[in-house]
């Protein structure tokens, strides 16, 4: 129950991740009660009820319009605000308006979520096409394709970017990736993944921390190139071939992130793969928001002093 | 360097059958400016040398100065490019190159030079340097910060460890580029770098090292803190020595007091003759520092996003 003022309010409130049910006494707010209503409205994963003892609502339809989940007034909030309605409504909220793809509760559930993995010990050499494994997955590609193929003739894009996939595989091979399916500027990286660490996300931090060499010492690209990788743990069935008709929830998954949600220049971890990253380089991650209800956790990258 | 008869018979009827004298000679005089012919062999300076004369005389003489391999770089160099606008095509050259070789050189076509090769022995002149000569190095200066503090806070053991640790990727990131590690003492080290890039390689080396050890920090290192370095790069004249404490170098002097004077934790610190020398890409990785002098240097270190 809160009669606190506005500010106090939204302090209280600001603790928790949602979603929360909180009944607003009315009688404490005096006439800024309905500011009050508006910004909890506004506010995602909060569901508020409204009591009224001094019955000062004239339409109770605008207050649950405005977003309400209960009213109460006078004498009604004595006999009927008890465990029993809370339960009631809590159970409708969660049957009708709680979007737990919202709330940082489900992103906890997402992260502590626990996939089968199949994890593989002895690296590649244990791994049976047309089987299913956990991988660490990588995704990777470079940004401005449409004005790379406007600027450069065919063949000397082509040199380019074969010097690019050079990049990528020869770094990812060192930690024990394989280049599992390339498409000019950019494709997947498979890891088997051992269910202790995943050496993937050291691999991405150490492209992205060794780019600017690459881009003075290897590439054929005049201009320093961008690209955006994209890394989660999942589960698929290993294919070696015709890897385009390959159907995984978790290729699917990278390639959403690595397409429509990574900014250029970028690297970026699931929840799920961040849990196994090495801890040293925990600290240089931090978060990106959600995507597609699953937590993303964004590098700080190294910079140039330009 | 032990120069077969062979070898030696090869080079003499190179010359003889694939050049006038005149040329014999231009070309000695590209590796010894000061070289006589008339005054070598004892002709009278009225009368023509004949070929295998000539050809003999200069053969001996450039093997006894030691110029073999900068004689053979300059017979390449007239075969390919021609010498006083007239092209000359010189015989045996690939045998010429392949007993060269054998000596634990190879041959690298775009820059025209020679190389020990990779997985032999390296030698601080390349093979190629001569005691007392002056030679245009790149220098590259590496010391450990608070070195006097380290070894009395750590047990020796421990010390020893994480220099070692230091000196194997300095060794690596130099040796990598074709520098030569001409001394290493218990708080840092001294490489140089010859060759027509040399600027860029002994930068890119550096960068690379101060890259090397923040990952060493984060995964490696025992000590309780990060172990820091400071680095330096400079280019001029040096006059070769093998015996690093008899060369008196204003060259050698400017890269010690870049990296005590001017040189702070974990920042690359390179003069102006170097800075110049980078191209588009790299100058980028360096800011400016006016000293007090009104002079500038330029400084790189490893920055991160927030």
């Known amino acids: 129950m809160f009669s606190l003022p506005t500010s106090e309010l939204r302090k209280g409130l600001s603790q928790y991740s949602g979603p929360v049910l909180v009944y607003i006494d009315l009688s404490g707010f005096s006439a800024s009660w309905e500011k009050t209503l508006a910004m909890l409205s506004k506010r995602q994963h909060i569901y508020y009820g409204v009591l009224d003892p001094k019955k000062q609502v004239k339409n109770v339809m605008e207050l649950v319009f405005g977003g309400a989940v209960d009213y109460l007034c006078g004498t009604q909030i004595a006999h009927e605000l008890g465990i029993k309605r809370i339960k009631k409504i809590t159970a409708y909220l969660k049957k009708y308006r709680i979007d737990y793809s919202q709330t940082a509760d489900h992103e906890k559930k997402i992260a502590a979520k626990s996939i089968e993995y199949i994890p593989v010990a002895g690296g590649w050499q244990d791994i049976v096409p047309g089987t299913e494994y956990t991988f660490s997955i990588m995704f990777v590609e470079l940004d401005d394709q449409q004005e790379m193929e406007k600027k450069y003739g065919k063949k000397?894009?082509?040199?380019?970017?074969?010097?690019?996939?050079?990049?990528?595989?020869?770094?990812?091979?060192?930690?024990?990736?394989?280049?599992?399916?390339?498409?000019?500027?950019?494709?997947?990286?498979?890891?088997?993944?051992?269910?202790?660490?995943?050496?993937?996300?050291?691999?991405?931090?150490?492209?992205?921390?060794?780019?600017?060499?690459?881009?003075?010492?290897?590439?054929?690209?005049?201009?320093?190139?961008?690209?955006?990788?994209?890394?989660?743990?999942?589960?698929?069935?290993?294919?070696?071939?015709?890897?385009?008709?390959?159907?995984?929830?978790?290729?699917?998954?990278?390639?959403?992130?690595?397409?429509?949600?990574?900014?250029?220049?970028?690297?970026?971890?699931?929840?799920?793969?961040?849990?196994?990253?090495?801890?040293?380089?925990?600290?240089?991650?931090?978060?990106?928001?959600?995507?597609?209800?699953?937590?993303?956790?964004?590098?700080?990258?190294?910079?140039?002093?330009? | 360097m032990k120069i077969s008869a062979r070898l030696q018979r090869l080079i003499t009827e190179a010359l003889a059958h694939s050049l006038p004298v005149q040329i014999m000679v231009r070309i000695t005089k590209i590796v010894d400016p000061d070289y006589d012919l008339y005054e070598r062999t004892g002709f009278p300076a009225n009368m023509p040398i004949p070929n295998i004369s000539a050809a003999r005389q200069i053969t001996i003489d450039i093997i006894a100065q030691g110029l073999l391999i900068d004689f053979i770089e300059a017979m390449i160099d007239v075969h390919e490019n021609g010498i006083m606008g007239k092209t000359y095509h010189i015989r045996l050259l690939p045998q010429i190159i392949k007993e060269i070789e054998a000596l634990g050189y190879s041959y690298n076509h775009d820059e025209g030079t020679f190389f020990e090769k990779s997985d032999g022995l390296k030698t601080m002149n390349w093979g190629i340097l001569l005691p007392g000569k002056m030679y245009d190095l790149t220098f590259m200066s590496i010391d450990i910060v608070n070195n006097t503090q380290l070894v009395r806070k750590y047990n020796k053991e421990i010390i020893a460890e994480v220099y070692a640790d230091l000196k194997e990727f300095f060794t690596r990131e130099v040796e990598k580029r074709n520098g030569r590690i001409w001394n290493w003492e218990g708080d840092g080290g001294l490489a140089a770098f010859n060759y027509d890039d040399k600027n860029v390689k002994a930068v890119l080396s550096g960068i690379d090292i101060l890259l090397d050890l923040f990952l060493y920090n984060l995964f490696k290192c025992p000590l309780k803190e990060p172990l820091q370095v400071r680095i330096a790069v400079h280019t001029g004249p040096c006059q070769f020595s093998f015996n690093i404490r008899e060369i008196q170098s204003e060259t050698l002097r400017t890269v010690s007091e870049l990296v005590t004077k001017y040189g702070l934790p974990d920042h690359l610190t390179i003069s102006p003759s170097v800075y110049s020398d980078l191209g588009s890409k790299l100058e980028l990785f360096f800011k400016p520092i006016t000293l007090k002098s009104s002079n500038f240097v330029y400084q790189y270190h490893v920055e991160w996003e927030d």
């Not at chain 1, 894009?157 to 498409?183: C, D, H, K, P, Q």
């Not at chain 1, 931090?286 to 964004?298: H, M, Q, V, Y």
């Open chain 1, 156 to 306: 000397n894009l082509e040199s380019a970017l074969e010097v690019f996939r050079r990049y990528i595989e020869r770094n990812s091979t060192a930690f024990g990736g394989r280049l599992w399916m390339w498409s000019r500027f950019g494709g997947i990286v498979l890891f088997p993944f051992n269910a202790e660490d995943s050496t993937a996300v050291l691999c991405g931090f150490r492209l992205m921390l060794y780019k600017f060499m690459h881009d003075v010492e290897e590439s054929f690209f005049p201009h320093f190139i961008s690209f955006r990788i994209a890394l989660h743990l999942g589960n698929m069935k290993y294919q070696e071939n015709n890897t385009g008709e390959v159907i995984s929830d978790s290729i699917n998954s990278i390639f959403h992130i690595g397409k429509k949600f990574a900014e250029p220049g970028n690297l970026y971890v699931t929840q799920e793969i961040f849990n196994y990253a090495p801890a040293p380089i925990k600290s240089y991650f931090k978060s990106a928001g959600t995507f597609e209800s699953r937590p993303i956790l964004k590098m700080r990258r190294p910079i140039i002093e330009t």
